[in-house]
């Protein structure tokens, strides 16, 4: 028999982030060992790139895991004893956001002998959701005190906090004067990453 479940156990994860498969299978005779067991899994990255597979965190001592074709890996259990089990454990990426189901056999081509032959199969269905951004701004003055006439520079500092998404269409407003202190002012320095900057009629910034 041969169970498949993904961790986080709520299966939804972050674009990004990295979860785990575990195959759990298991021999339900008490009095007979299994040889030869073969374990064949879909490879989650063939299904339109939802998730990429990154590795093999855990098999078993004398198992052998290959992939077998673009889409497929395969496992090898030389001997399974009556009534224990183990674990196969691998790891893929979130790459976009989606929903993905991929299914594992034991036993794929029925060579063994079994009392039961229907949990020889088992799914697990991974949800990737949107990473959010995290935009953030920050704004310094290099003078704390000025003159009359003297000239003070305001420096607007803007970022993108998440390392997986990208902020699209991205607004920032600022009123330079909002006590009518201030002269003359004028844009120095504009986004070096795109983009424009300029005051409107009531000489709001954006």
Not at 30 to 54: E, H
Not at 90 to 119: A, L
Not at 126 to 149: E, R
Not at 159 to 188: M, W
Request: negative net charge; charged residues 20%; hydrophobic residues 35%.
């Amino acid at each position: 028999t041969i169970d498949k479940y993904v961790f986080p156990l709520d299966g939804k994860i972050l674009e990004g982030e990295t979860p785990n498969y575990a195959l759990r299978y298991k021999n339900l005779s008490t009095t007979t060992g299994a040889t030869n067991v073969v374990i064949q899994d879909s490879i989650p990255q063939a299904q339109d790139q939802y998730v990429d597979f990154v590795r093999f965190t855990l098999i078993p001592p004398g198992v052998t895991c290959t992939n077998i074709s673009s889409i497929m890996f395969q496992c090898t259990i030389p001997t399974i004893a009556p009534s224990t089990e183990n674990i196969i454990r691998y790891e893929v990426k979130g790459m976009k956001v989606g929903s993905v189901t991929n299914t594992v056999k034991i036993d794929p081509d029925n060579k063994i002998v079994e009392s039961n032959d229907n949990n020889n199969e088992a799914t697990a269905t991974l949800t990737i959701l949107a990473n959010p951004t995290d935009v953030f701004i920050s704004k310094q003055v290099d003078k704390s005190q000025i003159y009359i006439n003297d000239i003070v520079n305001y420096t607007l500092t803007y970022k993108n906090l998440s390392t997986t998404r990208a902020a699209e269409n991205v607004k920032i407003f600022d009123i330079p004067n909002p006590s009518n202190l201030l002269g003359e002012y004028q844009i120095s320095t504009q986004p070096t990453t795109g983009g424009s900057c300029s005051f409107d009629a009531v000489h709001k910034m954006s």
